[in-house]
């Protein structure tokens, strides 16, 4: 074809292209290279008919990948010939909508530059609008309803567009062209203060909230995914009121800061933690607390590390500026529950909680909990994903054929669909253990399955037989796939990062129903996709009294003293327990181990949350070079981490009044010796150099860096989570994988389902 004949053709974009202001870039591109044609979103992504000379086609096409907008993810470009067509312009065609087809659509988007410029312009006629959007920012998410994104598959359907909003919707060089939620104060939802009982209190509800927070009032804001609950960080007697009342005690309280500059007196803040905070999804970060600052001891108490985020909607913004303090904004529910998402729901069931209401009438559609995250070791390590970040899919290199739900863990539960290369993770759901979080479960399960056209044909579960998740599949007429928990933990963190083949895999947690029917949680695996061989563990101790050790750590402490033949601090009720071995057992979680150290050491005698007395052992922790002696021996075909010289190394620590820094020090370093050695013994055996680091104790960040550093000093390889959580919460993702990958057609059996069916 020569240069200057006009070539016609249908590109179509697949990724994240929609609800990002994917059209009006096309639009302004095809101006920039005189391309004639229109451009239109369908159900999969975005579709361009285009006419132009091969040369400026080629030249257009580069350019759509090379200078998308910030927030779209271009997965593919397809191109495809067409024959001539009559055509004038350049055009944006209204949507189409197509039965059985699929695309991505952006997590809800923290508020932009220009959008914030504009919120504290008072000569914008936005001036202090709670709603204020673009294309670039807003609500996406939350309150969509179906695709293609559009405005009346969102919960703006009802507000009618005034004339000058209408206008900016229309003129593609406007950054609020075909932006879905765009509203103003003449046209847009509204914002109002309510007291207790929801009736209107007069005057700007900004204004009313800040001043009732500044004077340590509760109060309950309607935020992107839900209700949050709002307080005075820096008081004391607001923070404990809060936890009283929402009854959660003890367990540490983000912070909403009112930008980066504060973040800064606060902690110390990185490069890549400043990134990550003013990042769009907004997550709350982890950082490290700086000494004797204004936040009250009651927000993260005996932690070293603070949760901090920045505003992420107008309605934020506007409050942090008008309260001039840092606030205490956690989720508005009863500790447990879910977070509320509905005006009257919120009324009733954070009566009692919140002392005021900061209500609107844009409706939530879907419940979102805040994300958390850090960073480590230069790149991000999440921990919980929500709002932001699900369900933005996680992208595989491989492509799998059976498409999978995966029902997660009961602890920190998110499920997951897994279809192609794509796996869409739900949000956190929290605690699977009551019927509302079973709701929210599949109240958030449902509109995934429905807006992304999913439709698994195989389940894949826990093996813990009382799980909810379980029960779940049990009920479900697919085909079930039963996935031991800490090889999903593995196969999570293998499919985070994209890997194949075998890997030694550390799954070091809490708890995890093994496949001898006892309690996992300091595990080595040798492990691909579909399967696993236990490799090594920790040496299990007696629990007296079963899971009650999990809150009533000095039992579990208990449980190690007896073994170690300390059985003289021991009660003489918990002795005879363990003398008689009635409800005793056996766990070689190494969260328990955690538990019992801290106990020993004197930190505590019951966790209030999970991982408390861990979290609490780290903060206390000064690094040591010095540790404990352990043993590494052979036992039934599985090395064993024999931990019993190290407690007993340790209880005369404390008997000798060691300081509890040196202590707590030696007993990560201690356990870090453990793995390395551990895993070095494995890679001698088996010439596998790769390690997969997964499970809860991985969060703890003085352990995992001394890990990464003996793991890479013994020339070992190590793999670490960066997209999904280590902990619980990525359990999902590695069940979806396992069970997909055991679903691989094979040329013995042609048909999946009924390998599947074959597996259960
Ligand atoms: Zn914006
Ligand atoms: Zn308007
Ligand atoms: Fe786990």
């Not at 409050?319 to 606030?327: D, K, N, S, V, W």
């Not at 879907?366 to 994300?371: A, C, L, T």
């Not at 379980?470 to 999570?492: D, N, W, Y």
């Not at 960040?701 to 000093?713: A, F, I, Q, R, Y």
Request: aromatic share 8%; net charge negative.
């Amino acid at each position: 074809m020569l240069p200057d004949e006009p070539q016609y053709g249908l590109i179509e974009v697949r990724g994240i292209v929609q609800g990002v202001g994917f059209r009006p870039f096309v639009y302004r591109l095809a101006g920039n290279y005189g391309i004639k044609g229109n451009v239109t979103n369908t159900s999969e992504g975005v579709r361009i008919r285009a006419a132009a000379s091969s040369e400026r086609m080629r030249g257009f096409i580069r350019a759509l990948s090379q200078q998308a907008p910030p927030q779209a993810w271009i997965e593919d470009i397809s191109w495809k010939e067409l024959p001539a067509f009559e055509v004038e312009d350049f055009t944006i065609s209204s949507s189409l909508r197509e039965a059985g087809t699929s695309t991505l659509i952006s997590p809800d988007l923290a508020t932009c530059d220009d959008c914030l410029a504009e919120l504290f312009d008072p000569n914008d006629r936005r001036y202090r609008y709670p709603f204020i959007n673009c294309t670039n920012c807003g609500p996406r998410f939350t309150i969509i309803e179906d695709t293609p994104y559009d405005r009346p598959m969102t919960t703006m359907a009802g507000f009618k567009m005034c004339e000058r909003c209408e206008e900016e919707y229309h003129d593609p060089a406007n950054r609020r062209f075909h932006a879905q939620p765009d509203a103003c104060p003449e046209c847009g939802p509204r914002l109002w203060l309510g007291d207790d009982g929801g009736s209107e209190i007069a005057g700007d509800p900004i204004e009313l909230a800040a001043e009732l927070l500044r004077n340590g009032k509760i109060v309950a804001i309607k935020g992107l995914g839900g209700f949050q609950l709002a307080c005075d960080a820096t008081s004391g007697q607001a923070v404990a009121g809060l936890r009283e009342r929402k009854r959660r005690y003890s367990k540490p309280l983000a912070v909403m800061v009112s930008g980066l500059e504060e973040a800064r007196r606060i902690c110390r803040v990185s490069e890549e933690e400043a990134r990550l905070l003013a990042s769009p999804g907004s997550p709350i970060v982890l950082l490290n607390e700086k000494i004797n600052n204004s936040i009250s001891r009651e927000v993260a108490e005996g932690l070293e590390h603070q949760g901090v985020f920045l505003p992420y909607t107008p309605l934020h913004h506007l409050l942090l500026r008008e309260a001039g303090i840092p606030l205490v904004m956690t989720s508005g529910n009863m500790s447990s529950e879910p977070i509320c998402k509905d005006n009257l729901e919120a009324l009733e069931r954070l009566a009692g909680i919140a002392d005021y209401f900061l209500l609107h009438d844009r409706d939530i559609l879907i419940r979102y909990d805040d994300s958390v995250s850090r960073i480590f070791a230069g790149a991000e390590y999440p921990l919980r994903r929500a709002r932001g970040y699900a369900p933005y899919p996680v992208k595989l290199k491989d492509t799998y054929t059976t498409e999978v739900i995966a029902l997660g863990a009961e602890l920190k539960n998110t499920f997951c669909f897994l279809r192609g290369s794509h796996a869409f993770i739900g949000q956190h759901i929290g605690e699977m253990d009551t019927g509302e979080a079973l709701s929210h479960y599949e109240e958030a399960r449902d509109a995934m399955q429905h807006l992304f056209r999913l439709d698994p044909q195989v389940v894949a579960h826990d093996l813990h037989p009382d799980y909810l998740t379980t029960r779940l599949a049990m009920e479900s007429s697919l085909p079930r796939i039963g996935v031991q928990h800490h090889h999903a933990h593995i196969v999570s963190c293998m499919a985070d990062n994209d890997i194949q083949g075998e890997v030694i895999g550390v799954a070091w947690d809490g708890t995890g129903y093994g496949e001898d029917g006892t309690v996992w949680g300091g595990e080595f695996l040798f492990s691909d996709r579909a399967h696993f061989r236990r490799a090594a563990r920790l040496r299990p101790y007696l629990m007296p009294g079963g899971e009650i050790c999990i809150s009533d750590i000095s039992r579990m402490a208990a449980g190690v003293l007896w073994e170690v033949g300390e059985s003289d601090g021991i009660a003489e009720e918990l002795a005879a327990q363990l003398r008689s071995g009635f409800n005793c057992p056996l766990t070689s979680s190494a969260g328990r181990m955690f538990d019992a150290a801290a106990a020993i050491i004197g930190l505590r005698d019951k966790a209030l949350y999970e991982g408390q007395a861990a979290c609490e052992l780290e903060a206390v922790a000064k690094r040591m070079s010095s540790r404990y002696p352990y043993h590494l021996l052979e036992s039934n075909g599985l090395l064993e981490i024999d931990t019993r010289p190290l407690f007993k190394a340790l209880i005369d620590d404390v008997a000798s009044k060691a300081q509890m820094a040196e202590i707590a020090g030696r007993f990560h370093t201690t356990l870090t010796a453990a793995i390395v050695e551990t895993c070095s013994r494995l890679s001698e055996e088996t010439g596998l150099e790769r390690i997969a680091l997964s499970g809860g104790v991985f969060q703890n960040e003085l352990l995992t860096s001394m890990v990464l550093e003996g793991l890479s000093s013994a020339g070992l390889e190590c793999y670490l989570h960066h997209r999904v959580p280590c902990n619980d919460g990525g359990i999902s993702l590695g069940q979806a994988v396992v069970a997909a990958e055991r679903c691989r057609p094979s040329p013995q059996i042609e048909v999946p389902s009924q390998r599947c069916q074959a597996l259960l």
